[in-house]
């Protein structure tokens, strides 16, 4: 991550900005060094911190955002991403298995390296062959071990990324993965992550909201529900977001501040490995209202 100085980082990006949204990102890309494109037909401008990165999202953003409802090719988009995500937690958990089974292969070598060293006029000669040959087998084994360890970690480093942009409430962090929302934040991995959709038809792929709730669910605005399956959700009306989320049919949100503290623009750019800028440009507005769902009843929560 980019370190930012606190010096360049000035309170009138934290407030909603008076400026052109082209003046507005022209300040941004000077001031901390970020690159800027625009995908075709979009309302917003993408930056990122370096070439590769730009290039990467281009050719996710080549498909320009839609008015309508999401078609079957943004289903089938949605779907990779959730592929992707599971790929990625199944190679995080060999990793750390292929760790543990390292640390334990070298304090093993450790212990035979010591008995190799024994006289032999002390030690059997059979006995000495046996460790040596043992000696040889576990460096071998370790070896192989040490270069899945290092292949597992090259394909971990592809993580998706951290966008930073305006929710229809304020600043937010989304990502596909909640485990990198909370790690982010310097939260316990396991807490759960509301979850943001463009649309109702893309919740429900995912969630089932309780018949008797589905009508206020469609027509609630700014307003994220805690259902009783524990899993958190929030439609999207808001329109620029909303074209941001098409792209993505849903995307895991929080807040783009520490945890109890007010939004830092430094701070955010720090986390982010993308900015998603729009004329709302970046600052700190109310939160969702929450609702928390029975079967047949709901209970405002905040």
């Not at 900005?17 to 941004?28: D, N, R, W």
């Amino acid at each position: 991550m980019t370190s930012i100085s606190r010096k360049h980082c000035k309170t009138s990006f934290n407030k909603k900005p008076k400026e052109p949204l082209a003046e507005y990102v022209a300040l941004l890309c000077e001031r901390y060094a970020l690159l800027a494109f625009r995908p075709k037909g979009a309302s917003f401008v993408v930056l990122s911190k370096n070439e590769k990165h730009k290039q990467i999202l281009e050719s996710t953003f080549d498909k320009p955002a839609e008015n309508k409802k999401v078609d079957s090719s943004d289903e089938a988009f949605s779907s990779s991403l959730r592929a992707d995500l599971s790929a990625w937690q199944s190679i995080q958990t060999k990793t750390h298995t292929l760790e543990s089974t390292f640390d334990k292969n070298a304090q093993k070598i450790q212990s035979i390296a010591s008995l190799a060293k024994v006289d032999s006029s002390d030690t059997p000669i059979f006995a000495t062959a046996k460790t040596i040959d043992c000696h040889a087998t576990a460096t071998q084994r370790l070896a192989m071990t040490e270069k899945n360890a290092k292949t597992h970690k090259a394909k971990l480093s592809k993580q998706p990324p951290i966008f930073l942009a305006q929710t229809d409430t304020t600043a937010g962090f989304l990502c596909s993965s909640p485990t990198l929302l909370n790690r982010a934040k310097l939260r316990p991995s396991s807490q759960a992550v509301l979850k943001t959709f463009a649309s109702l038809q893309c919740a429900t792929q995912e969630l089932r909201v309780p018949i008797s709730h589905r009508h206020f669910v469609r027509r609630a605005s700014k307003t994220s529900v805690i259902l009783p399956s524990k899993k958190s959700f929030r439609i999207v009306k808001e329109p620029l977001h909303r074209e941001f989320l098409r792209y993505f049919g849903g995307l895991c949100s929080t807040s783009a501040n520490r945890t109890k503290e007010p939004f830092s623009l430094e701070f955010a750019l720090q986390v982010a490995d993308v900015v998603i800028v729009d004329s709302r440009g970046l600052y700190e507005d109310k939160p969702s209202a929450i609702y928390r769902l029975s079967r047949t009843r709901k209970r405002r929560a905040r």
